[in-house]
């Protein structure tokens, strides 16, 4: 079994504090500083679109 770090104790805020336009993570989760969580279920195409946006990445 694989542990997985705790990023509970990551203060997300100091990512938005050096200037992250958008915090990503991994799960279902309504934690303060994240704009997008990513989770099964979720809208994967969208979630992939927005981040293609927010890298300025041109549609094709």
């Not at 770090?5 to 336009?21: E, H, I, N, R, Y």
């Not at 990503?24 to 293609?52: H, R, S, W």
Request: proline share 5%.
């Amino acid at each position: 079994m694989t542990t997985l770090p705790d990023f509970t104790k990551v203060d997300l805020g100091t990512l938005k504090g050096a200037g992250a336009q958008r915090v990503f993570i991994a799960g279902k989760t309504e934690a303060p500083y994240v704009d997008t969580p990513i989770f099964m279920g979720c809208n994967a195409v969208e979630v992939l679109e927005l981040a293609q946006a927010e890298l300025g990445v041109a549609k094709g």
